[in-house]
């Protein structure tokens, strides 16, 4: 399978929705208690306007015939004057999916590349995500693509 990968756009919006609900089931079957399902994060009208902004720019990878089979949503961060934190740019992925009819032709892979040039070109000083645990086989494939923890996230449910 030849693979793609270019900035998303508004042809491909469909196929991004589709994703979407993909990527909130997974979360959905870990965590119902948090996560609706099936649902999406963003509209049609809002993915548009998302694809026109610069500083939230959004990749899709495709096969031979330009159809999406994943995408890598992200955002230009940079806290600039706090007392604590250094002035870093970071390139914060906010969402990457493979359609689960394309997983295991590396496509993931080949999303996680292209954000990764995309930081070193424009500038960005790392690149950060976050992942919920519930999510083994994500967790298991930024490993092995050289993420490490950042931080941890913790929680504590309160019974009811």
């Given at each position: 399978?030849?693979?793609?990968?270019?900035?998303?756009?508004?042809?491909?919006?469909?196929?991004?929705?589709?994703?979407?609900?993909?990527?909130?089931?997974?979360?959905?079957?870990g965590r119902p208690d948090i996560f609706k399902?099936?649902?999406?994060?963003?509209?049609?009208?809002?993915?548009?306007?998302?694809?026109?902004?610069?500083?939230?720019?959004v990749f899709v990878c495709t096969d031979e015939?330009?159809?999406?089979?994943?995408?890598?949503?992200?955002?230009?961060?940079?806290?600039?004057?706090?007392?604590?934190?250094?002035?870093?740019?970071?390139?914060?992925?906010?969402?990457?999916?493979?359609?689960?009819?394309?997983?295991?032709?590396?496509?993931?892979?080949?999303?996680?590349?292209?954000?990764?040039?995309?930081?070193?070109?424009?500038?960005?000083?790392?690149?950060?995500?976050?992942?919920?645990?519930?999510?083994?086989?994500?967790?298991?494939?930024?490993?092995?693509?050289?993420?490490?923890?950042?931080?941890?996230?913790?929680?504590?449910?309160?019974?009811?």
């Amino acid at each position: 399978m030849e693979l793609t990968v270019r900035r998303a756009m508004q042809k491909d919006i469909s196929k991004i929705l589709d994703l979407l609900i993909q990527v909130d089931m997974v979360h959905h079957i870990g965590r119902p208690d948090i996560f609706k399902g099936p649902a999406v994060k963003y509209s049609a009208a809002e993915l548009e306007q998302i694809l026109k902004d610069e500083s939230t720019p959004v990749f899709v990878c495709t096969d031979e015939n330009d159809i999406p089979l994943g995408h890598a949503f992200c955002i230009h961060k940079q806290v600039v004057d706090n007392s604590v934190l250094t002035d870093i740019r970071t390139l914060y992925i906010d969402d990457i999916c493979v359609d689960e009819d394309a997983r295991e032709n590396h496509v993931g892979k080949a999303l996680y590349d292209y954000v990764i040039e995309y930081a070193k070109d424009h500038g960005f000083y790392n690149v950060t995500l976050n992942v919920w645990t519930c999510n083994d086989a994500a967790i298991k494939f930024y490993e092995a693509m050289g993420l490490t923890p950042q931080k941890i996230c913790m929680e504590k449910i309160i019974d009811a």
